[in-house]
């Protein structure tokens, strides 16, 4: 019974480090270039591809205990020989990361691997075969070749790391007039999450302004204010029908804008409508005139306070007369929306 006891006690010790702590997975791909130290008059450098598995423990608030498990394809083209080597590695890393606190989008990786050689081959020309090329296997005495990695990791936005790493096996001889194993440069994408966004995968983290606008949008009308020349008014109307998916859609003339505005204002149901103004916009006192659409609720301010809900058009267009900037935007639109 004490056993169990402690057992249990010990589990939730754990259990709450884990939940405290923050402890990450990532799943990666992409590919490296081979970069041999020996032999490089016979053999160049060649791309092949990868995909991991990763685990991130922290043991400070700026390093992290790395280990994964990730399969790598390690190639080499002969330069004279129509012909390349080709490795398939089944590799285990342990590591550290270190995040820097001046840069909190960047942190540096080293570790060490050790790469166990599933096969190797000779892939070249043959006229026997169907495809024009043959695959010729390759025995190998060092089945498990262990590398340095050294790296960095970059995080643009939330769950995606852009990863850069070199990998060097430490024994660099010649073994059947080849490299046992060369250096790569390996470039990759990770997607990573910690236990803090699992936990919170269920929870609604929407700001209350942000979420009214949504609900009321969805249930409400977005009225299109018809500016510009009749083409371009043409196009902006088959462009929503065709894809904007959101809420209900209504247009409402220029020339009829201040009246419709006092009709809103005496609609039992102001907080379902939204205006849209397309063309030159300023949303910002501070800020020069740009180009697209932005959005309004029946007083024609902001319906979120403080945050104007606009997309910008770049190509400088104010007639929107060409459809890939038009469709362009509705999409935009469409998205933003989407994320609320």
């Known amino acids: 019974m004490k056993k169990l006891k402690k057992g249990l006690v010990g589990l939730l010790v754990i259990l709450n480090f884990y939940s405290a702590a923050q402890v990450g997975f990532g799943v990666k791909g992409g590919f490296q270039q081979s970069v041999p130290l020996v ?66 989008n960047t942190s540096l990786y080293t570790g060490i691997n050790a790469n166990y050689i599933l096969a190797m081959g000779k892939t070249g020309l043959s006229g026997s075969t169907s495809s024009g090329s043959s695959y010729t296997s390759i025995d190998v005495n ?56 699992i936990k919170n995968w269920n929870t609604d983290t929407t700001p209350l302004p942000e979420k009214q606008f949504s609900q009321n949008l969805k249930a409400g009308t977005l009225y299109f204010i018809e500016e510009g020349t009749d083409s371009s008014q043409q196009l902006f109307k088959k462009m929503i029908a065709e894809y904007y998916s959101f809420s209900k859609v209504d247009f409402i003339k220029a020339a009829d804008l201040k009246a419709s505005l006092e009709t809103f204002s005496n609609s039992p149901n102001t907080n379902h409508i939204f205006i849209v103004k397309t063309g030159a916009i300023v949303y910002d006192i ?55």
Do not use: C
């Not at 032999?39 to 423990?57: E, H, Q, T, V, W």
């Not at 790395?66 to 342990?94: D, I, M």
């Not at 089945?143 to 936005?157: D, T, Y």
């Open 142 to 197: 060092q089945k498990l070749v262990p590398s340095i990695e050294l790296g960095a990791i970059f995080k643009p936005r939330p769950f995606i790391n852009f990863t850069v790493t070199t990998i060097h096996t430490i024994p660099q001889s010649i073994s059947l007039g080849k490299p046992t194993l060369p250096g790569t440069l390996s470039f990759g994408i990770e997607y990573r999450i910690t236990t803090h966004d």
């Open 286 to 340: 501070n800020r020069a005139s740009t180009q697209g659409l932005i959005v309004y609720d029946y007083k024609m301010q902001n319906p979120m306070p403080d945050s104007p809900f606009f997309v910008r058009n770049l190509s400088g267009d104010s007639f929107f007369e060409d459809p890939i900037v038009v469709r362009k935007m509705i999409r935009t639109l469409n998205k933003r929306l989407l994320k609320l």
């Open 39 to 104: 032999m490089r008059d016979s053999f160049s450098g060649k791309p092949a591809l990868n995909a991991g598995i990763n685990i991130y423990i922290p043991f400070k608030s700026n390093l992290n205990f790395t280990a994964g498990l990730g399969y790598r394809e390690v190639a080499l083209s002969h330069k004279t020989e129509s012909s390349n080597l080709l490795w398939k590695t089944l590799g285990l890393n342990l590591g550290a990361e270190w995040l820097n606190p001046k840069f909190k």
